[in-house]
């Protein structure tokens, strides 16, 4: 502390730095000041240098940097002001319920996401695990990038220890589980390590469709038609339709999930005439399958179509 104290007075007597950006960028060494100024940086695109960076900001903000460093140098800890450290997020969650619950975490968590330049996302049904809804799995993201990332987050920088360095790269997912929950972590192949979980009940379902982010768009338009209960009647019809067998048939697509509607598709199902499913073949498929939906406890909330076409039968299950 004492080193950057005189650091500092020598930096004023000589008055060597071209603007305050050069001034922080040489103190970024010392951790504390590291968080003050990744607290106002943090939405600036991580390639840009950090002395411009701090340049670009505001006025402002520039004197709030130079304040807050001024008096951490004057002071030291001890008479930070005591309200810094939960403020570092954005979120208004308090750090000890983010980690409990998750929610405030995600945020930053879907930060990193934008700046890591995943802004438009769709769900990948390929990869989407059985026990879940939606799932958003980003490959071969460079491990260095995500912890460099991570560091700048005060609610994140503790899972930076669950990156594997002796690895070039890691995979990042966040989705919706069968049963609401919505879930987030790290992925190496196929072995998830989470960082947090949240029920999505619908002030959550409320908050998540008012973030701002690129990278939670998708989401956004996902849950702004689903309630809590739609999510886990959902639930319930995806793990029964993994067990339904509509007769022999060759392979069966993955389940996809689009405007209220789940769709389950079935290749080589029954007799076909010139690519054309057979007439009382198709009538006897949808006569089975609706008595087997009659049969489930959730068969009195959907709507069902079946269509027929190019080898494949698709059973269309919609919310009411």
Excluded: H
């Amino acid at each position: 502390m004492e080193m950057i104290k005189k650091y500092l007075e020598f930096m004023k007597e000589n008055n060597n730095f071209n603007s305050i950006g050069e001034w922080v960028e040489s103190l970024i060494d010392d951790d504390y000041i590291k968080n003050i100024v990744f607290r106002y940086t943090k939405e600036i695109d991580p390639s840009v240098n950090l002395s411009n960076a701090v340049n670009v900001l505001d006025k402002e903000t520039q004197k709030e940097i130079e304040r807050q460093i001024n008096n951490y140098l004057k002071n030291g800890i001890e008479e930070k002001d005591p309200t810094f450290i939960a403020s570092v997020e954005l979120n208004p969650l308090m750090e000890s319920e983010a980690q409990s619950s998750g929610k405030g975490i995600f945020t930053s968590f879907l930060k990193v996401i934008t700046a890591l330049g995943f802004k438009e996302n769709s769900p990948n049904w390929e990869k989407c695990p059985n026990d879940f809804l939606f799932y958003y799995y980003f490959d071969n993201v460079d491990s260095e990038s995500v912890k460099q990332l991570f560091n700048r987050f005060k609610s994140l920088s503790g899972y930076v220890d669950m990156i594997d360095y002796q690895k070039n790269s890691i995979g990042i997912y966040f989705g919706i589980r069968s049963d609401a929950y919505l879930e987030y972590g790290f992925d190496y192949e196929g072995s998830k390590l989470l960082i947090g979980q949240f029920k999505l009940l619908q002030s959550v379902i409320k908050s998540i469709c008012q973030l701002d982010l690129k990278s939670a768009s998708s989401l956004k338009k996902i849950l702004v038609n689903l309630t809590y209960q739609d999510i886990l009647t959902f639930g319930e019809i995806k793990k029964d339709m993994l067990t339904y067998r509509p007769g022999y048939y060759e392979k069966r697509s993955y389940p996809i999930i689009e405007d209220r509607v789940i769709s389950f598709g079935y290749f080589g199902i029954s007799r076909w005439d010139n690519g054309k499913l057979d007439d009382d073949e198709f009538k006897s498929i949808k006569k089975y399958f609706n008595s087997w939906l009659l049969s489930r406890k959730w068969g009195g909330r959907i709507l069902m179509n079946v269509k027929a076409f190019s080898f494949w039968v698709y059973f269309n299950i919609k919310l009411k």
